[in-house]
């Protein structure tokens, strides 16, 4: 309980919610673009072991930050009101589609490197869908906030869920 205390003191008082989004989608931009553009540095490399190290670590990168992304949206659970930042976090959804659709195609071909590819994949589809919520202000205002316990909070099972739901419709 004191660490989920501690928490939401760190968030509330050091973190702005707009600033952290803002700060962050540069950031993550360019580790899902680095993620994107990865095949072919990946195709090129003539050093196995150096190559798979450097592709796991950012497979790693990107899914931390897709998931610290997550975790400070759900925490706050506002729209964006500043249409400055919902071009942001819209611009940012356009990435993650791509990085989604690398990743799928990346699951199928690549059995070596599937477990970092599906934390990819499944980290992306649930930023992306947060990221939408807090952009429709008629949905936030319907649905309300995700009744999420945070504490636990696992980004994959999350992803799976929203994949479930779109197959269910």
């Known amino acids: 309980m004191a660490t989920q205390e501690s928490v939401s003191k760190l968030i509330n008082t050091s973190v702005s919610f707009a600033l952290a989004g803002v700060l962050m989608f540069s950031g993550a931009s360019e580790l899902n673009t680095d993620y994107i553009e990865s095949n072919a540095e990946f195709n090129k490399h003539t050093q196995i072991q150096q190559k798979d190290a450097n592709y796991i670590r950012l497979c790693n990168k990107v899914y931390e930050a897709n998931f610290l ?43 070596i490197h599937k477990e970092h590819n599906e934390k990819v994949f499944y980290s992306s589809i649930a930023l992306k869908n947060i990221l939408e919520e807090v952009c ?25 869920g929203i994949l479930k739901a779109e197959n269910e419709i």
């Open 69 to 111: 992304l997550s975790y400070t949206f759900l925490y706050k659970q506002e729209y964006l009101s500043k249409l400055s930042e919902r071009q942001k976090a819209k611009k940012h959804i356009k990435i993650l589609q791509q990085v989604i659709s690398e990743a799928k195609k990346r699951i199928e071909i690549d059995n």
């Open 136 to 160: 429709d202000e008629r949905f936030m205002c319907i649905v309300g906030p995700d009744n999420i316990d945070l504490e636990h909070f696992d980004i994959i099972a999350y992803a799976k």
